[in-house]
């Protein structure tokens, strides 16, 4: 069982940044994997934001690359999303979630095995 944790989530401006982490802990995750965020509003399907993998830590920022960041810790087996120039449309409860029988590209939530709790983004105008 692998759990994970996200944190950084919070209320925000439009305009504003947030960092999103996402720990992973338990069952030793084997050398290749990839990790993702998703993104969720009431009454929509979960959406792909960004992907990362490991070990060569390649990534997909998504749609959202001109203003969401992904990296990761290789040691650390952290992921994280730097989001600036949040927008409205942005609000929604983020999760991570991680693939843990390859490292391709995660981005259909259908591919991940373990999902983390979500953390809530609220951006205001």
């Known amino acids: 069982q692998v759990q994970l944790v996200e944190s950084g989530g919070g209320s925000v401006q439009a305009g504003g940044s947030l960092r999103l982490s996402c720990a992973a802990s338990?069952?030793?995750?084997?050398?290749?994997?990839?990790m993702a965020w998703f993104r969720q509003v009431p009454g929509k399907e979960r959406e792909f934001v960004a992907t990362i993998s490991w070990p060569n830590m390649s990534f997909d920022g998504g749609s959202e690359s001109g203003r969401f960041t992904i990296s990761g810790d290789k040691v650390k087996r952290t992921m994280y999303l730097q989001m600036n120039s949040l927008k409205p449309e942005d609000t929604a409860i983020y999760y991570c979630?991680?693939?843990?029988?390859?490292?391709?590209?995660?981005?259909?939530?259908?591919?991940?095995?373990?999902w983390g709790q979500g953390t809530q983004v609220t951006v205001s105008s």
């Open positions: 979630g991680v693939d843990v029988h390859s490292s391709l590209p995660l981005r259909v939530p259908g591919a991940v095995d373990y």
């Open positions: 338990g069952r030793t995750l084997p050398t290749y994997y990839a």
